[in-house]
């Protein structure tokens, strides 16, 4: 959250404060528990370096839909990751948390992140 390249077609300041990235990753982390969504960390398999972060970012129960959000690092772009962890999380949003509905946002101009909603979310 800290790259500007990511932050950029997002709702985020460029360059939040380390104390706002920790409230983000706080409430990330609680979204589960609270039955209001879920999180993961995206991490790049045997390095354990951390690439990303995909959310649930609200469930709507009554309507069995949610939201997702995404956001990768700048060194891991075009690799397919995304596409990769938004095709997870909808399989799972359809067989664990049993929604017949996802959606992701996107801001103007960010095509790489349209394109991985796109291929994720038509799964």
Same mark, same amino acid.
């Given at each position: 959250m !800290?790259?500007?390249?990511?932050?950029r077609f997002s709702n985020w300041p460029d360059a939040p404060s380390t104390t706002r990235v920790e409230r983000a990753l706080r409430w990330m982390s609680k979204l589960h528990g609270s039955g209001k969504g879920c999180g993961w960390i995206i991490e790049i398999s045997g390095t354990k370096a951390l690439a990303g972060a995909? =959310?649930? @970012? !609200? $469930? %709507?129960?009554?309507? =069995?839909?949610g939201q997702v959000g995404y956001e990768l690092h700048p060194d891991?772009? #075009?690799? #397919?990751?995304?596409? %990769? *962890?938004?095709? *997870?999380?909808? *399989?799972? #949003?359809h067989q664990? $948390? #049993?929604? @017949?509905r996802i959606d992701a946002w996107t801001l103007p101009g960010n095509t790489a992140s349209d394109r991985a909603g796109k291929i994720g979310l038509s799964v």
């Open positions: !800290s790259v500007p390249d990511v932050t995909i =959310r649930f @970012n !609200s $469930f %709507e129960k009554k309507w =069995r839909c891991y772009w #075009g690799k #397919g990751l995304m596409t %990769e *962890a938004v095709k *997870a999380v909808v *399989a799972c #949003g664990t $948390f #049993g929604l @017949n």
